[in-house]
T-cell receptor, first 112, second 117 residues
Framework: DAKTTQPNSMESNEEEPVHLPCNHSTISGTDYIHWYRQLPSQGPEYVIHGLTSNVNNRMASLAIAEDRKSSTLILHRATLRDAAVYYCILRDGMGKGSRLTFGEGTQLTVNP | GAVVSQHPSWVICKSGTSVKIECRSLDFQATTMFWYRQFPKQSLMLMATSNEGSKATYEQGVEKDKFLINHASLTLSTLTVTSAHPEDSSFYIC?????????????FGPGTRLTVL
């Protein structure tokens, strides 16, 4: 599985935008970029995913670099409920080995 | 989004006993289910992948005789921790997805906290 690199932790203030970076320099052409987040003592929650183009949904936006070697998860207005560990994960789109393998993620702290 | 449930949400057992954890996809049929384990302050570790009606595929280092996985239907998978010991105490999380493509969303259950005394 291709590896991703994320900062261990980040801080933000409430109602400000948050940009969570992820490096994936060994990404293959068929890898999808998935983002999940996990609150304490809960299962991970799907946030967003994409392949090449930027993606938006009600939770967040995903900006993918043109060479796909990095991506950024954007939370437009952080709330206290967004405090969680955010995981950037690559998954092969070709089916075989299409499992999610979690790295260490980024612990996001949101200050009131 | 789709819902995955787990039962029980927590369990305490004595060393040497077996514990079964159920995972259900409530409103969709899961072609593939996954079992993860998470120790405190660590990331999720994939234990095994199972397809309905097939034997589970275990990750390297995971004892298949200790962690028995059954995926008898498209909505139910079970994980049985046999002869549990205190080092098996952990947070067990199941996950389910439809389809085989990497674009398919994967939905996670709320987790089961296992404590072995």
């Amino acid at each position: 599985d291709a590896k991703t690199t994320q900062p261990n932790s980040m801080e933000s203030n409430e109602e400000e935008p948050v940009h969570l970076p992820c490096n994936h320099s060994t990404i293959s052409g068929t890898d999808y970029i998935h983002w999940y987040r996990q609150l304490p003592s809960q299962g991970p929650e799907y946030v967003i995913h994409g392949l090449t183009s930027n993606v938006n949904n009600r939770m967040a936006s995903l900006a993918i670099a043109e060479d796909r070697k990095s991506s950024t998860l954007i939370l437009h207005r952080a709330t206290l409920r967004d405090a969680a560990v955010y995981y950037c994960i690559l998954r092969d789109g070709m089916g075989k080995g299409s499992r999610l393998t979690f790295g260490e993620g980024t612990q996001l702290t949101v200050n009131p | 989004g789709a819902v995955v449930s787990q039962h029980p949400s927590w369990v305490i057992c004595k060393s040497g006993t077996s514990v079964k954890i159920e995972c259900r996809s409530l409103d969709f049929q899961a072609t593939t289910m996954f079992w993860y384990r998470q120790f405190p302050k660590q990331s999720l570790m994939l234990m095994a992948t199972s397809n309905e009606g097939s034997k589970a595929t275990y990750e390297q280092g995971v004892e298949k005789d200790k962690f028995l996985i059954n995926h008898a239907s498209l909505t139910l998978s079970t994980l049985t921790v046999t002869s549990a010991h205190p080092e098996d105490s952990s947070f067990y999380i199941c996950s389910a997805k439809t389809g085989t493509g990497g674009w398919n969303e994967q939905f996670f259950g709320p987790g089961t906290r296992l404590t072995v005394l």
